[in-house]
């Protein structure tokens, strides 16, 4: 198969996971869900939220599922990879500031892009973004950036080559994960990776978003072993798929100090 139908083949398998997940879901109506931290959560619409105090007021996270978060801060609306097929964006936020962790199907979706953009809007996007972006400003794994005020680390997020010579789903240097700070909280959303050395020297990390599905990132063993390198107060594995949460749930059990919520993220 020559490069570019492998990545086409790629991107399909990539994207064929939530297909079956929404069409699992039922269709209820705006049901009230029953909240698991009632101080911290609340539900809007059919997606969840949860709020985090931070040292310069309240970080509004929306579950909006597989990969995609939507996050408010001071009046601000950031969009991490926004995917139409999980979300509704015409009824959605527009956004201030967007973030595209690598150019797969399901991380680079131009129609959602369109509709999540406005007039002024900042997009920062991979290195494997470049050139499939009109607009925006592409961050190499390592470099920062300052929007509005929040500071934005682009952090590797690839597959461990493997010896064989196989070429991984997510090469090195393709592919970004994200760490924003908010006052004195830092967000990290891992984009699709495995539980690299770089990842597991971050510090002080209170929120983590990591990825949970094979063979595209990681298994519950790999997202666990991660969590305890880098101990994010509060984790949230996301882009799972039909892996079983109860397993992460079951290794992190004795972990005092980290807080493993599960979200509707397949
Ligand atoms: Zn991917």
Do not use: W
């Amino acid at each position: 198969m020559n490069r570019f139908l492998r990545l086409v083949a790629l991107s399909v398998v990539c994207a064929s996971t939530p297909v079956l997940a929404q069409e699992q879901e039922p269709q209820k109506p705006q049901e009230p869900q029953k909240p698991q931290q009632p101080q911290e959560q609340k539900t809007e619409s059919k997606h969840e939220v949860d709020v985090h105090k931070t040292s310069s007021g309240d970080l509004e996270i929306t579950f909006l599922g597989h990969g995609t978060v939507m996050l408010k801060f001071e009046g601000k609306v950031i969009h991490v990879d926004p995917y139409s097929r999980v979300a509704d964006y015409a009824t959605l936020p527009k956004a201030d500031l967007v973030l595209i962790t690598h150019d797969h199907a399901d991380h680079l979706d131009a129609g959602a892009l369109g509709q999540v953009r406005k007039e002024g809007t900042t997009v920062l996007v991979a290195e494997s973004c470049k050139g499939k972006v009109e607009n925006a400003t592409v961050m190499k794994n390592g470099e920062t950036n300052t929007v509005f005020g929040i500071l934005i680390e682009a952090v590797p997020a690839y597959n461990i080559a493997k010896e064989n010579g196989a070429q991984p789903f997510h090469p090195k240097g393709a592919g970004n994960g994200y760490v924003l700070t908010f006052g004195d909280t830092r967000v990290y959303v891992a984009g699709d990776t495995e539980n690299t050395p770089e990842m597991k020297a971050l510090k002080n990390i209170k929120i983590a978003f990591l990825p949970m599905n094979l063979p595209y990132t990681m298994a519950p063993e790999m997202v666990a072993d991660a969590a305890k390198a880098f101990r994010p107060a509060i984790l949230y594995p996301y882009h799972y798929g039909n892996t079983d949460t109860a397993k992460l749930l079951e290794l992190m059990k004795d972990e005092p100090g980290i807080d493993v919520r599960i979200r509707k993220m397949q």
